[in-house]
């Protein structure tokens, strides 16, 4: 059944209308469209991993080729060429798609549950990383990095690139700073 949603989720994410909405805005775009990719793939992942499970269980014994593949895949997409290039091209439009999906959300599912709470943590360090100096990219570039989208919409999502790595940030101090079975 979570197969089925994950599918029927990345079929309406590719329907024009919706396409083309969640393009319309490159906040959307980036923090609405290609998360929601990604959950579609992690949603179909279970049976794919399950049909290949001899690859995955040789090639991801322990989660951290699939987790740096995410997060590859991830870095990929934060490129301001990338995104401007999905919204001129219909072939690199679907490559987004499967790229996504595939490649990003179905190791996600595989590799996050296999790894050690010290891996997690270093993975959302380097996402804080990642999210900060993009985010910084876009809001202190003087020059407009997207031609497809308006200056403006470029420091909104520079900005919430910053948010989300102080969110990260936070998590982060709070895992490292209390222990929860003190307060149990």
Sequence with gaps: MQSLIGLLLWIFLFLPPVRDFLESMMI???HMQMPLII??????AKPIIKRFSSFFEKWNEDGLPGI???VL??????????????L???NVELFKFINLAFLAGVPLRDSFP????TIKHSILLILFIMVTSVGSLYIFSDSQLCNNYLQVEQLTLGWSFLIMGFAITGYLAYVWLFDP???E
């Design 28 to 30: 959307l775009h980036m």
């Design 39 to 44: 959950l579609a793939g992690f949603l179909m």
């Design 68 to 70: 740096v593949l995410f």
């Design 73 to 86: 895949i991830l870095g990929y997409w934060m490129i301001p060429r990338t995104m401007d290039d999905a």
């Design 88 to 90: 001129l091209s219909v």
């Design 114 to 117: 296999k790894l050690s709470t």
């Design 181 to 183: 079975d003190a307060y």
